[in-house]
């Protein structure tokens, strides 16, 4: 019953409900990510400095996303992105 779907049965009961269940993505199944660093200062904050936060890892789903539109041509706007998806949205 591991994945990275949400899955209920027949009840509706959700049955990945805890991380137990749920599986998520280890290192090893992760592609290697080069981090790129771009020093463009800020005109709104104090010294040219910007916030950091979440936004940082908020393209790494784009990324994929728009390479798996590159390769198949299916366009992606749901995570997580599951093989079965992008074989159903294919035309034939």
Do not use: F, W
């Amino acid at each position: 019953m591991r994945g990275e779907v949400q899955r209920y049965d027949s009840d509706g009961q959700l049955q990945t409900a805890t991380l137990m269940d749920y599986a998520l993505p280890k290192a090893a199944m992760i592609p290697p990510i080069e981090t790129v660093h771009v020093e463009v200062p800020s005109e709104h904050g104090a010294y040219g400095s910007k916030g950091i936060g979440e936004p940082c890892a908020v393209p790494g789903a784009a990324a994929v996303g728009n390479a798996i539109r590159a390769l198949t041509g299916v366009r992606m706007n749901q995570i997580p992105m599951r093989p079965e998806v992008v074989r159903a949205s294919r035309k034939p």
